[in-house]
């Protein structure tokens, strides 16, 4: 039982090495279980020093298992709209040992979001970002950094994550505005000018925000348990496949227990009449998200249906939503231009109290333009 060799210590031993080469990941196989791409995985070795600890030959990377978790912890800070710089270096800190005496906790992304407010104080608004990213947000919430990270990667438990948090943090109509319309039209731009590549990213984000959206949608309430006239009819017109706007306005009328029925994708003409003719409906909101399914006749058809006895006869409001509208005039029809604008005016028509944004400002976005390409 000799001594080791100095030259020889237990950590760099030929059988060691070759151990740990065998348990490592290759840098494509890494890839696949992380959901990123091989490029994002040198890039991130370049640029933050997250690298792997073995390397064959000199030039090929093997990630054993204490860098899949470094690099996990980063993927994961990442989608929660840390920026990369900084989510590298916690991700490293929570992979180190705290060096003794040294009082400086490594930085979390709670510390980077600043001390909570005090009791009873309204929370700081979520800070804007203008760094460079995989998708074209430009100065957007850093929830939709975050956002868009997780679904460029595929990442449907995080995309879901995300959805679910800024709901619970900022209400339905702050989510929907500032969180999930800019990050689906960012999206919609990058499919748009890449030759329909990110296909895929755009259809797991609509699904989830889908599913984000329904989850807090109250049961459709019955017309005897709200004031004033029939309910609110949401629609696509014929043709037209795009429901997301709708959905989110119908959970916003779901919040303030007004009624509501909601009839989804491409209702054909004839259907959508006769429903309404049935329902006698306070409002009729028609979505068109191209031109080419924007039908002027039949909003004006459904603007001059009456019902009622004579002498107090009613007809409904129709309220046009979509990109697909756009230049054609409506008379005697509102085109709201933003999706608090609608739900203010629907929830008029019963003397509702509006929801209100919490605190943030309104923006000409969520209704009158669609997400996604148009």
Known sequence: MGDIPES?????RPEQASRDTAASLSTGALARRLGVSPTTLRSWDRRYGIGPAVR?????????????AVLETMCRLTSAGVPPAEAARAARAAASPEPAGDPTPPRTPEAAAGPAPAQGQAPEPAPRSRAAGTLPLGEVRQECRGLARAAVRLDAPAVEEQLATAVATHGLAVAWQEVMVPTLHAVGRKWASSGDRYVEVEHLLSWHMSTALRRCTAPPARHSD???PGPVVLACVPGEQHTLALEALNAGLSELRLPTRMFGSAVPAEALIAAVERLGPAAVVLWAQARSTASLPLARHLAATQWGVKGARRRPLVMLGGP???GRPGQGMLRPT????????LAGLYGAEPSGLSGSPRRERGLSRGPGPA
Do not use: C, S, Y
């Not at 933003?338 to 005016?345: K, R, S």
């Open 226 to 228: 709200a004031p004033g």
């Open 56 to 68: 064959t030959d000199g030039r090929h990377r093997r990630w054993t298992a204490p860098d899949v």
């Open 8 to 12: 020889e210590e237990p950590g760099t």
């Open 338 to 345: 933003a999706f608090q604008d609608a739900l203010d005016t």
């Open 324 to 326: 697909g509208w756009q």
